[in-house]
Structures are given as structure tokens and as C-alpha cells.
């Protein structure tokens, strides 16, 4: 003796730009947003790529930075490169992985660039050569721009 149970759910079925409904009636299609313009600098890539790295090797995914070399068929001195960004304080870490898109011409900021940074091994020194890297090419963007 079961009580009896309505489901009532639309069915899109697509033609061109409007859908139409189970009912007969139309609904106009979502439109999704354009992309952002622009490429997201390397730099920010690498470091992303640095913390999926350290995720790998932490959860036993991968067991050294050997084992990654293999996989990405690059040298482990490069993965140690790019590991090594992870030595950086942990905003300025958060300040590469949201540096602006590069709308033309190359990457204002470079992991070459943050080498000298990664040297480093006092945060707040590191603090202080990212602002001077930062503002300086910050000033080259802006003058580039006239």
C-alpha cells in the first residue's frame, strides 16, 4: 500500500539558440560568459604546478621528485626549480597565483625573476625584493602602455 509520488521535472530539447520544453514552450538557451581576455602568466602556472606536486608526493601519488621528472619528462634539477617556489612566504606564494593576465607582448614576472627571491631564506627579506621586483615591473608595464 504505497501512497503515490509525482515528479515533475522540464526536458530541454536543444534547436538553434532556444530550447524547447516538454510543454511546446520555449526558453532561451544560457548563454555562458566570454572567457577573460588574456593568458595567465607562467609564473603562476609553475607555481600552481609546485603545490599539485607537493599534494602528489604528500597523499603517495608519486614518491620523489625523480618519480615526477619521469612522469612530466623533464630533468629533476627543473622540478626542483619549480619546487623550490615553495619556499616563498606563503602571501607572496598567493600573489604569484593571482598576478594579472598577460593581454600582450611577454610575462611582466618571470620564475627566472624569482629565483634571487627563493634564495632568500628570511621571509620578510623575501617580502622586500618581491615589492621592489613587483613595483619595477609594475613601472615597465606602465611605461610600456604610453
Same mark, same amino acid.
Given at each position: ?10 526536458? &530541454?530539447? &536543444?534547436?538553434?539558440?532556444?530550447? !524547447? ?17 588574456? %593568458?595567465?602568466?607562467? @609564473?603562476?602556472?609553475?607555481?600552481? /604546478?609546485?603545490?599539485?606536486?607537493? !599534494? ?16 612530466? &619528462? ?6 626542483? #626549480?619549480?619546487? %623550490? ?7 607572496? #606564494? ?16 618571470? !620564475? ?5 627571491? @627563493? ?6 627579506? #623575501? ?5 621592489? /621586483?613587483? %613595483?619595477?615591473?609594475?613601472? %615597465?608595464?606602465?611605461?610600456?602602455? #604610453?
Amino acid at each position: 500500500m504505497s501512497d503515490g509520488l509525482t515528479v515533475e521535472f522540464s526536458v &530541454h530539447r &536543444h534547436r538553434g539558440k532556444r530550447c !524547447e520544453l516538454r510543454d511546446g514552450s520555449t526558453a532561451e538557451e544560457p548563454t555562458t560568459p566570454a572567457p577573460p581576455l588574456g %593568458n595567465v602568466p607562467r @609564473v603562476s602556472r609553475l607555481m600552481a /604546478l609546485a603545490i599539485r606536486f607537493e !599534494e602528489l608526493i604528500r597523499f603517495g601519488e608519486v614518491v620523489d621528485y625523480a618519480d615526477i621528472a619521469r612522469l612530466g &619528462h623533464v630533468t629533476r634539477a627543473r622540478v626542483t #626549480q619549480i619546487m %623550490n617556489m615553495l619556499l616563498l612566504a606563503p602571501d607572496i #606564494q598567493e600573489e604569484i597565483l593571482f598576478l594579472p593576465r598577460t593581454v600582450s607582448g611577454r610575462d611582466p614576472i618571470t !620564475e627566472r625573476d624569482i629565483r634571487a627571491i @627563493v634564495a632568500e631564506m628570511d621571509w620578510n627579506k #623575501q617580502r622586500r625584493a618581491w615589492r621592489s /621586483l613587483s %613595483n619595477a615591473t609594475s613601472l %615597465n608595464i606602465l611605461f610600456e602602455d #604610453q
